[in-house]
Each structure stands twice: as structure tokens, then as C-alpha cells.
């Protein structure tokens, strides 16, 4: 398990005693995936919040040290030279892996060329936006018609990929103030025309028992919450709670990822460090640590 902190990244030998092996050290990273097929790690991190590519390959070299070949490359590459990005996500559509990017004032749409280009290339961009998005989304209408989805503080927008047009989807006009966007969950078996909308502490299916800092949508299609005294499991299609485990103590928890049947999540600790945990999710929606 790759996994990172406030001021680097590491990878967590989970088949032995354990053992932890640093990767990067002195970089702060805000968000990465780990896409296996691709050999690549994508990242925002740094002071700047670049988009980053790191190879697989080249991070296995420095544990196992096994091939001067790939140990000479240099083990990154940056994705169209973006700096201050918010926000991205990694969706497939057929055989076309799209990254959409969020920035301060803007959404960049990538496409990933296989070889030779072995790289994410430019598709379309989106500049000079009513609202600053905050989180990003795509979805494919009906297996026909590109959307991106991005939230922002007013809230909850949409962009016509081949027009260009942007337009709102809900803006919650019964909070005063700005809101706080969480998630953007495109509903399975639906087309892409269905969404799940998380903003503060309730959202337009679930109410929380506590405002979460997190919250993520599971392949079991339940919406999991991390609030700062409990992680609530909630169905997707009705909201009901299925599932809660309280803290110990009061701490503020990030989804990390899901794997398998596991959730993977850290927990900020004073001073700027970090733990992770992971939680095992049974058939009866019961928490095993």
C-alpha cells in the first residue's frame, strides 16, 4: 500500500512484519492514485500543487534495487506543466482513460495516449468559469455525451465537453452562505444521468449524525462518512445508516482508498503527521478493524 504524509511519501509492506520503505521524502502531497495498468502513481503535490506522474517501475527500483537501468531514468513526469490544481479524478470510458483536472479558476480534461506517447495528453479545457471548482467529476450520458461535474462554494455545476457550455445542476438556495462540497457520486446502472451530491452536513439523500470531513462512495453503493467522532456507512439509494464506529478520542479522518473489501483512511495528528488505518468491510456492513 502506497500512502503518503504531510512531507512525503512511503509505501506500507502489508504481506510481511510490516515494514515501511520511504519513497520521497520533503514533498507534500494532497492527492494520488495508483493506476497499475499505466505503471504510474498520478499526484498533486508540492508547494505549487503540481500534477505529477510517478512510474511504478522506478519506485520499486529504490526498494529492491535491482536495475541500474531504471534507477538512472528520472522516475516523474509532469502533466501538462498545471500547477495550483484543486482537485482531479481518473475516469474510464471503453478503453479511454480521461483525467479531469480541477484548478483555482478553471477545468483541464487529459486523455492518455499509449505508446509511443505513454503519457496524459491535452483534450479539451474550460477557462474563465462562473464559479471556482472545488471537486471534479465526468460522466458519459448514455454512453454518448460528455459532461464534466465540479462543485463549488455556490454549488453543484455541470459542462457540456463538446459545446463548451457550463450550467448549473443544484445550488442548494436554502443555506445561507457558501458550502462546503464533499463528493460527487455517479450513480451505477443509471446511464451517468444520476448523481449523489455531498455539501456540508447533509446532502440531497443523507443526513449525518455529525458533519463529515470525508466522505466517499463504495462499490457495495454506500456512501461512507468521516466525521471527527464516528464513521457512519449509509445506503446510496435510501440514506439510511447501516453501519457506525465511534473514536476513541475526537480526530479528523481522509479517505485514502478502497481496495478489495477494505477502506484505507489516515488521521491528522498534532504537529503534522499522519496514521493510517484500514477497516474491513463484512457482509453484514459490520466495522472490522
Same mark, same amino acid.
Given at each position: 500500500?502506497?500512502?503518503?504524509?504531510?512531507?512525503?511519501?512511503?509505501?506500507?509492506?502489508?504481506?510481511?512484519?510490516?515494514?515501511?520503505?520511504?519513497?520521497?521524502?520533503?514533498?507534500?502531497?494532497?492527492?494520488?492514485?495508483?493506476?497499475?495498468?499505466?505503471?504510474?502513481?498520478?499526484?498533486?503535490?508540492?508547494?505549487?500543487?503540481?500534477?505529477?506522474?510517478?512510474?511504478?517501475?522506478?519506485?520499486?527500483?529504490?526498494?529492491?534495487?535491482?536495475?541500474?537501468?531504471?534507477?538512472?531514468?528520472?522516475?516523474?513526469?509532469?502533466?501538462?506543466?498545471?500547477?495550483?490544481?484543486?482537485?482531479?479524478?481518473?475516469?474510464?470510458?471503453?478503453?479511454?482513460?480521461?483525467?479531469?483536472?480541477?484548478?483555482?479558476?478553471?477545468?483541464?480534461?487529459?486523455?492518455?495516449?499509449?505508446?509511443?506517447?505513454?503519457?496524459?495528453?491535452?483534450?479539451?479545457?474550460?477557462?474563465? *468559469? %462562473? /464559479?471556482?471548482?472545488?471537486?471534479?467529476? +465526468?460522466?458519459?450520458? !448514455?454512453?454518448?455525451?460528455?459532461?464534466?461535474?465540479? $462543485?463549488?462554494?455556490?454549488?453543484?455545476?455541470?459542462?457540456?465537453?463538446?459545446?463548451?457550455?457550463?450550467?448549473?445542476?443544484?445550488?442548494?438556495?436554502?443555506?445561507?452562505?457558501?458550502?462546503?462540497?464533499?463528493?460527487?457520486?455517479? *450513480? %451505477? /446502472?443509471?446511464?451517468?444521468?444520476?448523481? +449523489?451530491?455531498?455539501? !456540508?452536513?447533509?446532502?440531497?439523500?443523507?443526513?449525518? $449524525?455529525?458533519?463529515?470531513?470525508?466522505?466517499?462512495?463504495?462499490?457495495?453503493?454506500?456512501?461512507?462518512?468521516?466525521?471527527?467522532?464516528?464513521?457512519?456507512?449509509?445506503?446510496?439509494?435510501?440514506?439510511?445508516?447501516?453501519?457506525?464506529?465511534?473514536?476513541?478520542?475526537?480526530?479528523?479522518?481522509?479517505?485514502?482508498? !478502497?481496495?478489495?473489501?477494505?477502506?484505507?483512511?489516515?488521521?491528522?495528528?498534532?504537529?503534522?503527521?499522519?496514521?493510517?488505518?484500514?477497516?474491513?468491510?463484512?457482509?453484514?456492513?459490520?466495522?472490522?478493524?
Amino acid at each position: 500500500m502506497i500512502g503518503e504524509t504531510l512531507s512525503g511519501l512511503w509505501l506500507l509492506d502489508r504481506s510481511g512484519q510490516g515494514k515501511v520503505y520511504s519513497l520521497i521524502g520533503r514533498r507534500r502531497f494532497q492527492q494520488m492514485d495508483v493506476l497499475e495498468g499505466l505503471n504510474v502513481l498520478i499526484t498533486i503535490s508540492g508547494k505549487k500543487n503540481k500534477l505529477r506522474l510517478y512510474y511504478l517501475s522506478w519506485l520499486r527500483n529504490k526498494i529492491l534495487r535491482n536495475d541500474p537501468e531504471v534507477e538512472k531514468r528520472q522516475g516523474w513526469s509532469s502533466v501538462g506543466e498545471l500547477e495550483g490544481c484543486v482537485h482531479y479524478k481518473v475516469v474510464r470510458y471503453e478503453k479511454i482513460k480521461f483525467l479531469v483536472v480541477a484548478l483555482k479558476n478553471a477545468v483541464e480534461v487529459y486523455a492518455w495516449a499509449p505508446k509511443p506517447y505513454h503519457k496524459f495528453m491535452a483534450f479539451k479545457s474550460f477557462r474563465a *468559469l %462562473p /464559479q471556482k471548482p472545488l471537486s471534479v467529476d +465526468l460522466t458519459v450520458e !448514455e454512453g454518448q455525451r460528455l459532461k464534466v461535474i465540479y $462543485g463549488s462554494v455556490s454549488g453543484f455545476h455541470a459542462i457540456d465537453v463538446d459545446s463548451g457550455t457550463p450550467y448549473d445542476l443544484y445550488l442548494p438556495t436554502h443555506i445561507q452562505g457558501s458550502i462546503r462540497p464533499h463528493a460527487i457520486v455517479l *450513480l %451505477p /446502472q443509471t446511464l451517468g444521468t444520476e448523481l +449523489l451530491v455531498c455539501y !456540508e452536513d447533509e446532502d440531497t439523500v443523507l443526513q449525518w $449524525g455529525e458533519m463529515p470531513a470525508s466522505v466517499a462512495y463504495l462499490q457495495s453503493n454506500q456512501v461512507m462518512g468521516w466525521g471527527e467522532k464516528a464513521i457512519e456507512l449509509r445506503s446510496a439509494k435510501t440514506g439510511n445508516l447501516e453501519g457506525v464506529f465511534m473514536h476513541k478520542k475526537a480526530q479528523k479522518l481522509k479517505f485514502l482508498c !478502497e481496495r478489495n473489501d477494505k477502506v484505507f483512511f489516515a488521521s491528522v495528528l498534532s504537529g503534522g503527521s499522519s496514521q493510517i488505518y484500514f477497516m474491513t468491510l463484512g457482509h453484514n456492513s459490520l466495522f472490522n478493524w
